[in-house]
């Protein structure tokens, strides 16, 4: 393995106005061949599927098999060989139903990198996960409601509390992920969650936030230890 592309937070649902992909799977499915074509392997960095926007609260087991019926031709792709999944906190059901692990290491030209959705900064993650769950399984309703507005201004809220900015002295989850990499003893540590894409460097330590795929975007890094390429994409 010498070349990796990630993408996270595609929040792929099952149609429908609580579905925030908006890409035609047609056309993702070309960014994908394009990723398989130029990488040796992709990192899925979790919230690849949303399941917390479920109808009917706690069925996020269902709500799993439905958003995948939903994108047959891309959930089968990702069982493809060439992709790792790495849960978030919007598809953690799939840490027990595939299982995909929270995160993962390896060792390429002598760098040692480290991959994490990045969930576990949050506060409402480590002290009251159900307040989470329950503000994104209302969330889904907002949207369905046609309650957009109000959707995002909470949504903005929660982007303030988690305190992303792209700079790296402003940003307490650039912090939180580096000091994350120097307990893991990884020289780059690589994210999601936020669906912020950034590279920033931290002395001795880089990282990387791979964005979003959401929304209609194509967001993702392109990591190459043996060239020195640790890049932010946002076009393809």
Same mark, same amino acid.
């Given at each position: ?64 098999? *439905? +958003? @995948?019926? $939903?994108? %047959? /031709? ?11 999944? #790495? ?72 982007? *303030? +509390? @988690?305190? $992303?900015? %792209? /700079? ?11 000091? #994350? ?56």
């Amino acid at each position: 393995m010498s070349s990796i592309a990630v993408i996270s937070d595609l929040h792929l649902g099952r149609r429908g106005g609580a579905d925030a992909f908006r890409h035609d799977d047609g056309e993702f499915l070309k960014f994908l061949d394009f990723l398989e074509q130029s990488f040796s392997s992709v990192v899925l960095l979790g919230d690849i599927w949303e399941t917390l926007r479920c109808k009917r609260p706690l069925m996020h087991g269902l709500e799993l098999a *439905r +958003v @995948r019926a $939903a994108h %047959p /031709e891309t959930a089968a792709r990702f069982r493809r060989p060439a992709y790792r999944y #790495l849960h978030g906190n919007h598809d953690i059901i799939a840490a027990t139903a595939d299982p995909a692990p929270t995160d993962w290491s390896t060792t390429v030209a002598g760098s040692r990198l480290y991959f994490t959705h990045g969930h576990h900064y949050d506060w409402l993650w480590q002290q009251a996960k159900w307040l989470g769950e329950l503000g994104s399984w209302t969330g889904g309703w907002l949207l369905r409601m046609r309650l957009k507005p109000l959707f995002r201004t909470f949504d903005q809220i929660d982007q *303030r +509390v @988690r305190g $992303a900015r %792209p /700079e790296p002295e402003h940003c307490a989850f650039q912090r939180w992920a580096v000091e #994350l990499a120097r307990k893991r003893e990884a020289d780059v540590v690589v994210t999601g969650h936020t669906h912020l894409g950034v590279r920033a460097e931290h002395g001795d330590r880089l990282f990387l936030n791979s964005g979003s795929c959401s929304q209609g975007k194509f967001s993702f890094l392109s990591i190459d230890p043996t060239r020195g390429d640790y890049s932010l994409h946002t076009t393809w």
